[in-house]
């Protein structure tokens, strides 16, 4: 693994099904965030986490848990998917020593149907 | 609120020089970055400005002025690879990133 790993890349899912969207950073960034991206809304933050053991809402949390068991590891969970859940998600973290610079991974795109 | 701007399109030929304008207002600055980001792929740091004034990078500059809430990016010699979205985000007082819609840049020969 170099940098941040994000699966599946793709996936087309059935509304009401419960989703699993997994990141993986091996930089050993304190603070991982997940993001959404629409066409014309830019990135959207969902859910953010400083550090291990603690997470935090974004501004559009809802319909969304995650957890963050250790420092490599930020899953994103869609308990009952809904179409307007229909987007490209990222994962990113940060650190202090990389001067905050936000790294990505490569994206999940997700259609629920 | 917050609330960053930045143009939705801009066409530019190859070879010229074109500048990409951001604004913003946001409660506490503690930082602006502009990535850019091509179709289909994540977004991939370009520079970071924290104090006034130009940041030079390559063929790649960018400016801020924080008394006006004004930051800009300025591309050289373009290349056709050069076509991309460009995301301006600013670094908040909780450092957070608020992001811009972005700015879909394309080239022409």
């Known amino acids: 693994i170099a940098g941040i790993t994000q699966a599946p890349t793709s996936q087309i899912l059935a509304a009401g099904r419960r989703m699993t969207l997994r990141c993986t950073q091996d930089?050993?960034?304190?603070?991982m965030y997940w993001y959404r991206q629409d066409l014309g809304l830019g990135l959207r933050l969902i859910h953010y986490?400083?550090?291990?053991?603690?997470?935090g809402k974004g501004e559009v949390p809802d319909g969304y848990s995650v957890s963050r068991a250790n420092t490599d590891d930020f899953p994103l969970t869609l308990a009952s998917a809904v179409p307007s859940q229909t987007s490209v998600y990222f994962c990113?973290?940060?650190?202090?020593?990389?001067?905050?610079?936000?790294?990505f991974g490569q994206g999940t795109r997700l259609t629920v149907v | 609120g917050q609330n960053i701007d930045q143009p939705t399109e801009m066409t530019a030929t190859e070879g010229a020089i074109v500048q990409i304008n951001c604004t913003y207002q946001t409660s506490g600055f503690n930082g602006l970055f502009w990535y850019q980001q091509h179709a289909g792929e994540a977004p991939t740091f370009l520079s970071y400005n924290v104090l006034d004034g130009l940041e030079e990078k390559g063929r790649f500059s960018s400016f801020l002025s924080r008394s006006k809430g004004y930051s800009y990016l300025l591309l050289k010699e373009l290349q056709m690879k050069d076509s991309a979205s460009y995301l301006c985000?600013?670094?908040?007082?909780?450092?957070?990133?608020?992001w811009g819609a972005g700015t879909k840049l394309i080239i022409k020969p």
């Open positions: 986490s400083n550090t291990a053991g603690t997470t």
């Open positions: 985000a600013v670094l908040d007082s909780n450092y957070q990133l608020i």
């Open positions: 930089m050993r960034h304190n603070a």
């Open positions: 990113a973290s940060s650190d202090s020593k990389d001067g905050l610079t936000a790294f």
